[in-house]
């Protein structure tokens, strides 16, 4: 799928956008936990029924630290007493985490942030709040924990998140999906005139409950090729 994006895109983008044809291609047969994460750019993954409007409603008050052009964002949860390492720089060498705002203002993000770490060690965890008309560049984050789940909450048409040889994302809102951002160049526009919001989070994959979760989704994807 290609998407012809108007000039108030950076050419770099208007051009990944247009003539970059590549689609992911999922094998068709059973794998490890551990082959999943080295075989697949993404794919949804099933992390239960929450409350989705207040975490929607908790999530538009966040105290955002603004872009120009970029997605706004706030830094939710991650390593005790470090600031924002920021996707692109964040290793894998932590082992204490804490919030990183007062979570009485959002409790039913406190209670999805709890249910994760219930699964499994969950790392870091930032909101993203996009205008109308804003992008991210083309880049690849942290190779140290290449492998991210992203939860978009609202997704306007013309939002677009696309990945370098293996096409677009088919977000949703809520639809929870597990992107490896740390091996593949991605960009995300919001070609739309409605502000997005979206969170994303690292986890210890290593753990039995996130292997089991992603060896559960990758069977489902599997039996629907």
């Known amino acids: 799928m290609t998407i012809q994006l108007s000039e108030n895109y950076p050419k770099l983008i208007r051009d990944l956008f247009l003539y970059d044809v590549g689609e992911e291609h999922y094998p068709k047969k059973e794998l490890t936990s551990e082959e999943i994460l080295q075989n697949i750019s993404y794919m949804p993954l099933d992390l239960g029924k929450f409350e989705w409007n207040s975490i929607l409603e908790e ?7 603004q872009s120009e052009t970029d997605a706004d ?7 005790t007493d470090i600031k924002d390492p920021r996707c692109e720089l964040l290793n894998s060498n932590y082992t204490n985490f804490e919030y990183k705002i007062d979570t009485r203002t959002c409790p039913a993000i406190e209670n999805f942030i709890e249910a994760m770490n219930s699964i499994g060690q969950v790392t870091y965890i930032s909101f993203k709040r996009m205008l109308p008309k804003h992008w991210i560049n083309p880049h690849i984050d942290s190779n140290c924990n290449p492998f991210k789940v992203y939860v978009p909450l609202t997704w306007p048409e013309g939002n677009y998140f696309k990945i370098y040889k293996k096409g677009i994302i088919p977000f949703k809102p809520v639809i929870p999906f597990l992107v490896n951002t740390g091996n593949n160049i991605h960009s995300v526009v919001n070609d739309s005139d409605e502000i997005r919001y979206i969170f994303s989070f690292y986890a210890d994959w290593s753990t039995p409950g996130w292997q089991h979760i992603t060896k559960k989704a990758y069977g489902k994807l599997t039996v629907d090729l």
């Not at 999530?59 to 630290?65: D, G, H, R, S, T």
């Not at 964002?73 to 390593?79: D, N, Q, S």
């Open 73 to 79: 964002r706030c830094y939710l949860y991650g390593p």
């Open 59 to 65: 999530a538009i008050e966040l105290p955002y630290k």
